[in-house]
């Protein structure tokens, strides 16, 4: 059963930073490019970053850029996000995200597999 896990989100104050994991099982994919979404409270779901299969390419969505980090541990099979100077606007339940592919997209349509999400809370 191929499961995707989070974790790592919580309450924190504007200016703080935190890391989310995601850790998956059952089958590998170092092969698959890996992504974080995020959905707040009555908005769509959009699009965070992105990483290649290898790590070597990443891509973010613009109101992140310079804040967050994406990374991969491929022997540990898990995905990062590293999230610094949060932002009340950060608030959400961040999901992790793998595609089918070599590398990410910014379409969620083209990821099979989800995580069930980790709530980040960034109070003002």
């Known amino acids: 059963q191929v499961q995707l896990v989070e974790s790592g989100g919580g309450l924190v104050q504007a200016g703080g930073s935190l890391r989310l994991s995601c850790a998956a099982s059952?089958?590998?994919?170092?092969?698959?490019?890996m992504a974080w979404f995020r959905q707040a409270p009555g908005k769509e779901r959009e699009f965070v970053a992105t990483?290649?299969?290898?790590?070597?390419?990443?891509r973010y969505t613009d109101s992140v850029k310079g804040r967050f980090t994406i990374s991969r541990d491929n022997a540990k099979n898990t995905v990062y996000l590293q999230m610094n100077s949060l932002k009340p606007e950060d608030t959400a339940i961040y999901h992790c995200?793998?595609?089918?592919?070599?590398?990410?997209?910014?379409?969620?349509?083209?990821?099979?597999?989800w995580g069930q999400g980790t709530q980040v809370t960034v109070s003002s």
């Open positions: 990483i290649s299969w290898s790590g070597g390419n990443t």
């Open positions: 995200a793998a595609a089918d592919r070599l590398y990410g997209v910014v379409t969620d349509m083209a990821y099979t597999y």
């Open positions: 059952g089958r590998s994919f170092g092969g698959n490019a």
